[in-house]
């Protein structure tokens, strides 16, 4: 495996940038302040990454940010959607990620139980 | 907590993310012969007066005073001298910040590498607008991921495309695994 096999990716995937370009649907940011880290961000910001890839949704992004100053809660997850309230998820573990995205992601219904604010 | 270099090097990264870096480097060097692991990173954020770097190296400083830098310095400073290594950071305001730390390879207290792999495909998924430039060597083999390379190969399609994803997953799994374990 070589980087030269990104050519083809690109040239298969140039059709679908323009799309992306207007905008992701949904975009998903994981807190990876030091608590974060320390509660298993990393592998929840992976199991997203993973998840999307493997489902091939190209119009949903994950992205990170610092702390959020609730270090009790982490690591926490905002779910923004277009035109429907921010909901912000606690305690976030690799399982509850792939929960969210089948769920809250493709299914459209937030995990209620799983919420800890929405704005 | 931190029981990972790659966990602490999320966390050096998650920093200079947030001092709005838009190039970091991150090297990590293993000498068997000296026994050593240096790791040097470097980023271009808005770097820290003086008196910001003596304060973020300080374990308590910074939780409640609203600074974005937190525990995470001076918990990798610890790790670094725990093991009978060597801890510096340098700063100036609008140059960024350089850290290296060395850690004793044979010191019962050196935490493992750890995923560093993760480490690597988290910080470049979720920060596409960030080049990140990773070297990982071990006496002289060397693995080097940098995303400008990357980027320039995709010409436009972003690192976060699901199928730019699967290939960064399987190539960090077929050339970083190895070295690693």
Known sequence: ?119 | MMDEISSHIMDIAANAITAKAKHIEISIMVDTKKSLTTLFFKDDGIGMNDEMVKKVQDPFFSTKTGKKVGLGIPLLKGTAETTGGTFSLTSELGKGVEIQASFRLNHPDLPPIGKLKDTILVLVVGNPEIDFAFRYAVDKSEFIFDTTIIKGLLDGVPVNHPEVVNFIMNYLDEHLQNQID
């Open chain 1, 1 to 119: 495996m070589n980087l030269e096999e990104l050519k083809k990716i690109r040239e298969k995937a140039q059709k679908d940038v323009e799309l992306r370009q207007k905008g992701s649907r949904i975009r998903i940011v994981v807190g990876m302040g030091t608590s974060g880290i320390a509660a298993g961000a990393r592998d929840v910001l992976k199991a997203f990454v993973e998840e999307i890839s493997r489902r091939n949704l190209n119009d949903v992004i994950v992205t990170q940010t610092g702390e959020r100053g609730l270090a009790s809660q982490e690591p926490m997850v905002e779910v923004f959607e277009e035109g429907k309230p921010v909901v912000v998820y606690g305690n976030i573990t690799v399982e509850k990620a792939k929960r969210l995205i089948a769920e809250h992601v493709v299914n459209g219904n937030p995990v209620s139980e799983y919420a800890i604010e929405v704005m």
